[in-house]
């Protein structure tokens, strides 16, 4: 079973929750959830080595926001409280992806609403966002995003950034130059165009005028501006990533997010890393055990570790991620980019813990341990890894805060996404409806082929490719470039606050944006 169905079924009530101690209290809404995360923070003590590291993580990220020119009056604010041994941090993380997709974007929403609902209640709170631009971009998300799109091949346009080797971690690739972002910039413009073009052919009237498609240019020159903005500010592809995520939320969103790039934090952990390190066999033993018992419910895609196993990259000089082993009193690698052999003593952790990269394991289990945050919020890619941790953590006897991940169940009527619409109204269909209607066809598509009628099979199989594009462009998971287009980025902001205070984690919410009705 795949986790997110996992969840819901217990959140239901449909099941029990056999995985109890590794997922802890599951919350259905916004209350249960700050419940939650007060009940957490008030079992939190926090030593003086913790609250060391706090100060350090606040020197880092006030070195960010100065650079980056966010550095507001609450991001200020928030890194004073830092200092503060009583005060709640709300965490959450990720990559520096590509102009993300809502499940990214909704993280220090969702942060920001608990800690929001928490100070109402007397507390002082602090939100930290991790960028893990120690990561390598083989993952497709850190290297293109999509929006919705009948024009392009499958009905999704690709946005891409071009990269010479997806080996590398963010950090060593070049950062977009002008000539690609306005290339970027063009893409939507002729995006917004094709897409007015056709929509108002299929209605037979003028759905999208020319007001609103003044709207949608302004919101692409607001991006295109901040774009050059940034992009004349980064030093790296990772750097330029993390610079849009934090004027999106400290700038544009007003937000008190902390951001802490690891490439500059990582050694503040030295301490939680030797103990991972030192307790290798029993970290090995542990991670294998609960993987098993895990994966008996849900759905895993990772594999045992070995006995010699280290639960960190090392970044090797060529920019590229090196496994480690432990052998005796080193950690031994080889990188199969340049050929490097790397040996490290484990006593001198200090001379290379920079270059070290956690897995998604070791990252809940040395930020966790380091930072005692009351609660985490997460996506849903990382859980079976998170299950897992949690069973360490138990073992190891670290500290592991309560977990609530979330992705916005929405659906909109965008300029991307309303052309498909109107597709379907002309032939009769709702979206529910697509996939039997191509299995329907499919199966024409073979009985003509065996008899020979190649006219009626081509124009079947041109109407199972439309069908297919059709619900591509549907299921498609758009880039915040998308909502910033459709609603503009603060009202995008607005919508996802509102249904977090308002509907239970798991309702599907369909958002109206340019009001055009459509039989659902």
Request: proline share 4%.
């Amino acid at each position: 079973m795949e986790i997110e169905r996992y969840y819901e079924s217990i959140s239901s009530g449909k099941q029990e929750n056999p995985l109890a101690k590794h997922t802890g209290p599951i919350a259905t809404n916004l209350k249960e959830t700050v419940d939650i995360a007060m009940q957490s923070y008030s079992e939190i003590d926090i030593d003086n080595h913790t609250l060391e590291n706090r100060i350090k993580i606040a020197k880092i990220s006030e070195q960010f926001h100065k650079k980056a020119d966010t550095l507001t009056p609450k991001v200020k604010h928030s890194l004073e409280l830092l200092a503060n041994k009583d005060v709640v941090v709300i965490e959450s993380a990720h990559q520096p992806s590509f102009f993300p997709y809502s499940g990214t974007m909704i993280k220090p929403v969702l942060a920001h609403a608990i800690a929001e609902s928490l100070r109402k209640q007397g507390l002082s709170v602090v939100e930290i966002f991790g960028l893990l631009d120690t990561d390598d971009i083989k993952t497709g998300w850190h290297r293109r995003t999509h929006l919705p799109d009948m024009n392009s091949k499958d009905g999704i346009l690709v946005i891409r950034k071009n990269v010479e080797s997806k080996k590398l971690i963010f950090n060593a690739v070049p950062a977009p130059d002008p000539k690609e972002i306005t290339e970027w910039k063009d893409t939507l413009v002729n995006w917004v165009k094709q897409n007015k073009k056709a929509i108002n052919r299929i209605a037979g009237e003028e759905v999208i005028n020319g007001a609103k498609e003044k709207f949608f240019f302004e919101q692409i020159k607001e991006i295109f501006n901040l774009w050059g903005n940034i992009q004349a500010q980064a030093d790296s592809y990772g750097s330029f990533n993390s610079l849009f995520l934090t004027h999106v939320i400290n700038n544009y969103w007003d937000y008190p997010t902390l951001f802490i790039p690891y490439s500059s934090c990582i050694s503040v952990f030295e301490k939680e890393i030797s103990v991972l390190i030192e307790k290798g066999e029993k970290y090995a033993e542990s991670h294998n055990r609960h993987r098993t018992s895990i994966k008996r419910h849900i759905n895993i895609n990772f594999t045992k570790v070995a006995q010699n196993h280290v639960p960190f990259w090392y970044i090797c000089n060529c920019g590229v991620k090196v496994r480690l082993f432990k052998e005796k009193e080193s950690l031994e690698g080889y990188c199969e980019n340049c050929g490097a052999k790397i040996v490290l003593n484990i006593k001198e952790i200090k001379s290379y813990s920079r270059r070290l990269s956690p897995y998604a394991i070791s990252r809940h289990l040395i930020f966790f341990e380091g930072l005692k945050p009351s609660m985490y919020v997460s996506g849903w890619g990382a859980m079976p890894f998170t299950l897992v941790a949690k069973g360490i953590a138990d073992d190891l006897n670290l500290h592991f805060p309560p977990i609530i991940p979330f992705r916005i169940r929405e659906k909109y009527d965008g300029i991307g996404q309303l052309r498909p619409l109107l597709e379907l109204k002309r032939r009769g269909l709702s979206p529910l409806e697509i996939e039997n209607e191509i299995g329907r066809l499919e199966i024409m598509s073979t009985k003509l082929r065996e008899e020979g009628r190649h006219e009626e099979y081509k124009k079947i199989k041109e109407e199972i490719r439309d069908l297919k594009a059709i619900k591509n462009a549907l299921d498609c998971y758009p880039s915040i470039l998308d909502y910033w287009i459709n609603f503009g980025i603060r009202k995008t902001r607005d919508n996802w606050e509102e249904f977090i205070k308002s509907h239970n984690f798991w309702d599907e919410t369909t958002i109206s944006c340019l009001s055009v009705h459509y039989e659902k």
